[in-house]
């Protein structure tokens, strides 16, 4: 009997080796013809990191090669043209150009030598610096509402009097922080998304029949009079109704108060029918220069690069799971061969022993 547990633990032992060289043979050459295995590791390796050396850092303009959505976006917000925005640059001359306004209207001012990296608000000022080894190194991003509100103060001071404030609700959770636009492109959307409970009857308030929607009121901005020579004024971020909001429309029916120039027909005409309000820049597919465009593809290149990470992982583990299945089949049956060629082997010897 001893020698046919040998036999056994013999049979065993190269089954397992056959089925982990097998296994391994599988998954070596699966990663090796894999042509997405190169593109991932492009993706995983920075192209602006040095062969060797330490991380160096990268520039704004290096952002926008891979982050192509993003970059289109921010390049027509007021963040990119905080510096070259003729109001700022009307007001800031008006008041002797003053350093103190460039530590928002530029990027990492300096007020000891009066240098800036960059003008306007770029990337560097809420992402701090990057370096060659991003990705896969992650990149630090400020956008609470207390960051926000070192430059944004009046802003600030509005919105910690609000519900948002005690409630945790910050900047980023109604604005896109790249372009500073609402994240709804109707921004009543924006406020049912959260107060859909809350309505209840003013679905049916003569306000909303007549196309009054929530920001016409609650973020309606009473611009002072005259306006400060820094432009300063209230941004609607209180989210209150007073009395002089109501006055703004119904100064014949109060007969009392003021009426604001152009909302003599209600603030929605004088939103909709301003001559000075700036149409919202459209981005198109032609700004952004990828022959996988969007629109193409329905994904932006981030969207892209994530759906080829999820791909590889299901190909990997789809892979594996083969590998194993064919590694297992393969040692099985060497094992089974061997065990059945040591039992033939034997059972000879008994018969050729029984003649004798």
């Not at 001071?157 to 519900?163: K, S, Y």
């Not at 492109?185 to 308030?205: A, F, K, T």
């Amino acid at each position: 009997m001893k020698p046919t547990k040998i036999s056994n633990k013999k049979a065993l032992v190269t089954g397992l080796l056959v089925g982990l060289i097998s296994f391994t043979l599988i998954m070596a050459y699966s990663l090796a013809a894999d042509p997405n295995v190169a593109i991932a590791a492009a993706h995983v390796r920075s192209p602006f990191q040095q062969e060797t050396g330490e991380p160096q850092p990268i520039t704004d303009d290096k952002c926008k090669e891979c982050h192509l959505d993003i970059s289109t976006e921010w390049t027509v917000s007021p963040h990119a043209n905080a510096y070259a925005d003729p109001v700022f640059q009307e007001r800031w001359a008006g008041m002797g150009s003053p350093t103190d306004c460039l530590a928002c209207h530029t990027t990492n001012f300096q007020a000891a030598t009066n240098t800036y990296h960059a003008e306007g608000v770029s990337c560097e000022a809420c992402h701090g610096k990057v370096e060659s080894n991003h990705p896969p190194a992650v990149v630090s991003a400020r956008g609470d509402a207390e960051f926000c509100g070192t430059c944004h103060t009046t802003t600030l001071h509005e919105w910690r009097l609000t519900g948002h404030s005690t409630a945790g609700i910050g900047c980023t959770a109604c604005h896109n922080p790249h372009n500073q636009q609402p994240l709804f492109e109707d921004p009543d959307q924006l406020c049912i998304n959260c107060h859909s409970e809350d309505m209840e009857r003013y679905l049916e308030d003569l306000h909303v029949q007549n196309d009054i929607g929530c920001v016409d009121c609650h973020a309606l901005v009473i611009p002072p009079d005259p306006v400060p020579l820094d432009g300063i004024v209230p941004t609607g971020h209180t989210f209150t109704i007073t009395p002089q909001t109501c006055i703004a429309c119904h100064t014949d029916a109060l007969h009392a108060g003021f009426s604001l120039p152009g909302y003599e027909a209600g603030a929605t005409a004088a939103l909709n029918g301003s001559a000075s309000a700036e149409p919202t820049p459209t981005i198109t597919d032609d700004l952004i220069d990828d022959k996988y465009t969007q629109a193409q593809t329905g994904l932006s290149a981030e969207q892209r690069l994530q759906a080829l990470e999820a791909s590889m992982a299901s190909q990997q583990l789809s892979t594996l799971f083969q590998g194993g299945v064919i590694g297992l089949v393969l040692g099985g049956t060497t094992a089974w061969f061997m065990a059945f060629n040591a039992r033939s082997a034997r059972q000879r010897e008994e018969n050729n022993g029984t003649k004798e």
